[in-house]
C-alpha cells in the first residue's frame, strides 16, 4: 500500500505506540519500509555555558538510550528487520517528522496519540502539531 512510512515515537512511552505499530505494519504490507523516529528535545538553549560539556555528554547519553529502546521496539514487529529503519533526532517532533517526511520523500505518516484531556483537547500536542504541519497524510492512532 505505502513505500515509506514514517512512525514518530517516545520510547520513553512505548505503550503508545503498541496500536500503531499493527496499523503501520498493514500499512507497510509487503514491500513498504517502515521509519521509527524519536525525537529528542534540544538542550543547547541553555544559558550556562560553563557545563556545555556535560550537557553534550547527557545529550549523547539519551540519544544512545534512545537508538537502544528504537531498536528494542523494531523487535516488536513481525515484518522482516531489514524493512525497519531507526531514526533518532534532535528539534521539535512536527519539524522533525517534517524534515524526514522530505528527506526520504515519505507517503504517510503513522502516530499514536494518547486519550484526550482537558489541556490536549483531541490530540496530543505532538499528534496535534504534526497533523496541523504535515504535507502528507497522517494517521494517528488511539
Do not use: W
Amino acid at each position: 500500500m505505502y513505500n515509506t512510512i514514517i512512525m514518530p515515537v517516545d520510547v520513553f512511552e512505548m505503550e503508545l505506540s503498541d496500536k500503531a505499530v499493527r496499523h503501520a505494519e498493514f500499512l507497510a504490507q509487503s514491500e513498504g519500509i517502515i521509519h521509527l523516529m524519536h525525537v529528542l528535545p534540544r538542550s543547547g538553549n541553555l544559558t550556562m555555558h560553563r557545563f556545555a560539556m556535560d550537557v553534550r555528554r547527557f545529550e549523547e547519553h539519551l540519544f544512545q538510550e534512545a537508538q537502544t529502546r528504537l531498536n528494542t521496539m523494531a523487535e516488536h514487529f513481525t515484518i522482516s528487520p531489514d524493512r525497519i529503519k531507526t531514526h533518532v533526532r534532535f528539534g521539535s517532533v512536527r519539524d522533525c517528522v517534517n524534515a524526514l517526511a522530505e528527506e526520504l520523500n515519505a507517503d504517510v505518516v503513522v502516530i499514536g496519540s494518547r486519550n484526550p484531556s482537558i489541556t490536549t483537547h483531541l490530540l496530543g500536542s505532538n499528534a496535534s502539531s504534526v497533523i496541523r504541519h504535515a504535507h502528507i497524510p497522517v494517521f494517528v492512532i488511539r
